[in-house]
């Protein structure tokens, strides 16, 4: 496997005003199978978690649609969902080593959101892509802990 | 595999103005590997295939962005391109049949675009649902031949 093949999708969040009422759509309509509902009071949100593919297949982590509720006003989330409406908020994508991928895109003239990346209580690291430099798709780099 | 895992992700397409210029950061910036590019003249479009993860882990067919220029005016991807600016144009889920699909969608009440399958050249079907039905999303259903 070269460095290449290293750069997976973890997720493609969606932004939608009512979790119950989108979930009939991707879980009923669509046949996508619920791997779990978070509500991460913290960041003010209810995520539910929808894999795409056969764990085994996948190290045990497919990539995943994950639909994500805002719970609070004045979140980014919720603020992005007034302005936009229901739709895809972002792309994650997988990265060995999140040092060298925020390297190589400000060396290649990508615009960073986070100059630094930030990091989850689990261990996790991030850092997000501006849509000015994706082509209209806010990215999120991610590497797991 | 129960029948939920079956449904995988075969892309994320966006619709780019300039398909080198797009290249200079999904590539270049991002470091995903380009597996190829065709100029499919039937439907007016340039495309570069950019597969995330090792294909051996996918039975040869990781899910891939799919970045998609326009080559003439009129087409579909032309509007939507003059209209929404470069972007996420839809997202394509591969099913193992996609008549049952597209009855399981119908029967839970999404707005299929295509009342039948469309069959492609090379034998592979796809019918889109309606993004009103999906929260935002426009969906392609694609059944491999």
Redesign the interface.
């Known amino acids: 496997?070269?460095?290449?093949?290293?750069?997976?999708?973890n997720h493609?969040a969606?932004a939608?005003p009512d979790l119950d009422?989108?979930l009939?759509?991707?879980r009923?309509?669509?046949?996508?199978?619920v791997a779990g509902i978070d509500h991460v009071e913290q960041e003010g949100v209810k995520v539910a978690f929808l894999?795409?593919?056969?764990?085994?297949?996948?190290?045990g982590h497919?990539?995943q649609i994950e639909?994500v509720q805002p719970t609070r006003d004045g979140t980014g989330i919720a603020k992005w969902l007034g302005k936009?409406?229901?739709?895809?908020h972002h792309?994650c994508?997988q990265?060995p080593d999140i040092n060298a991928?925020m390297r190589?895109?400000r060396?290649?003239?990508?615009e960073l959101i986070n100059p630094e990346p930030a990091r989850r209580d689990n261990g996790t690291l991030y850092a997000f892509?501006h849509?000015k430099?994706?082509?209209?798709?806010l990215?999120e780099l991610y590497q797991p802990s």
């Open positions: 496997m070269n460095q290449a093949n290293k750069i997976t999708l493609i969606i939608v009422a989108a009939k759509f991707y009923d309509a669509l046949g996508i199978a894999p795409l593919g056969d764990p085994a297949a996948h190290d497919p990539p639909l936009h409406g229901a739709g895809m792309l994508v990265v991928a190589q895109a060396d290649h003239g990508a892509i849509p430099s994706t082509f209209g798709v990215i």
